[in-house]
């Protein structure tokens, strides 16, 4: 008799659905122990209902196993359909590898060190936004949907472009790195010129092109400053007697004058990044493993993550994509933070090719590069998962 039930159960399961056979057993024993209670029904009246009710009851018993898979299977499914494959035909790798994803407009803004492009998602488009120009050297750029600006090596300049309305503006005898703009302000690292002697950060107002020195640089940085919600952390290598030591400031880039400043007891801070009032950094003494950590502003302390071992990270949030070793390379994985550690999540467990350097933008949409034959980069809204 109970073989007979198994059977009729395994029959009632989807396919896609493998219970386990702790399961099956705990609903073959809640089976028995409903149908053996005391029958006040002419036995021959029940016969011919028992083989429904079995499988009624199966599928009854069996509905918490069937709805945790479904929500699993549904949280995957939703994690993938938040993936978005970006194949830019006739592009070189070193162009992609740097692309900027503007989420309000949903382009990808990019340069082959001539001209500026971008790339409309929606309409699989390219349109020139930098006329080409010889030996431009176009390296450093950055874009959101009101600005380009970019520096050109060859002319020592940096220009401005309102593409709003197509204005450029130009200024020479630059000598600079690391920009990056927050609405309408560009903050950039001054390397100093023949003018000039001051080594530091800078803010500009782009609308007026004004601009105002935010912190000189002494002993110099291992890690571009985090820009975010009007505030700008800049790490800088401090040195204690015989002991490295990373120092974070943070500014405040509306104006106020308070100055905040962190240590932490790393002689190396790679990839530092401000999300959810928290400072993170990639760190590492000599000799020893890379850690992820982070500085809590809301108690000032530093706290270490739990994660596997990783080369190149990104993070948003609650999220926080790592470039992990697979066989003999690595890949990039995305992850929910749980505690003091991490959850690994599916979203690019389809994708069968290796992807490298993630990247998050300010609105939470993580950029990762695949190496597969077309090239392509990946879109993940990880402000949309839940």
Request: aromatic fraction near 10%.
């Amino acid at each position: 008799m109970q073989e007979n039930i198994k059977r009729q159960l395994d029959a009632t399961i989807p396919e896609q659905l493998t219970l386990s056979e702790e399961h099956k057993r705990k609903i073959l024993m809640e089976a028995n122990q409903r149908m053996s209670r005391p029958n006040i029904f002419n036995q021959r009246l029940l016969k011919p209902l028992v083989g429904v009710a079995i499988i009624g009851l199966s599928c009854f018993l069996a509905f918490p196993y069937i709805q945790e898979w479904s929500e699993e299977k549904a949280l995957h499914s939703s994690e993938h359909d938040l993936l978005t494959e970006v194949t830019i035909p006739g592009v070189e790798y070193d162009s992609l590898i740097n692309a900027h994803y503007v989420d309000e407009t949903n382009e990808m803004i990019y340069t082959d060190h001539e001209a500026i492009y971008s790339y409309s998602i929606a309409t699989k488009t390219k349109e020139v936004l930098i006329e080409p120009k010889e030996d431009a050297r176009i390296f450093n750029l950055a874009v959101n949907d009101e600005w380009l600006v970019w520096e050109e090596i060859s002319s020592l300049k940096l220009y401005v472009l309102n593409r709003t309305s197509s204005e450029i503006k130009e200024f020479p005898n630059m000598g600079l790195s690391d920009l990056q703009i927050e609405g309408d302000t560009l903050t950039y690292m001054f390397m100093g010129n023949e003018d000039h002697s001051y080594t530091g950060y800078v803010a500009m107002d782009l609308p007026t092109g004004e601009t105002k020195e935010i912190q000189e640089l002494v002993n110099g940085s291992n890690s571009k400053a985090a820009i975010n919600d009007g505030l700008i952390v800049i790490p800088e290598r401090q040195q204690f007697g015989e002991d490295g030591m990373v120092t974070f400031y943070v500014h405040d880039l509306q104006g106020s004058s308070e100055v905040r400043e962190y240590t932490v007891p790393y002689e190396m801070a790679v990839n530092v990044t401000l999300t959810n009032d928290k400072i993170f950094a990639q760190l590492q003494n000599e000799d020893e493993e890379v850690v992820l950590g982070y500085i809590d502003f809301k108690d000032g302390k530093f706290y270490e993550v739990d994660v596997p071992t990783f080369e190149a990270y990104a993070v948003y949030g609650d999220y926080v994509a790592l470039s992990v070793p697979v066989k003999d390379t690595n890949t990039v994985k995305l992850f929910q933070f749980k505690k003091d550690g991490v959850v690994a999540l599916s979203t690019f467990e389809q994708l069968n090719e290796r992807l490298v350097k993630p990247r998050f933008t300010k609105d939470g949409t993580l950029v990762v590069n695949g190496e597969g034959a077309q090239r392509s980069m990946y879109l993940h809204k990880a402000n949309e998962s839940k």
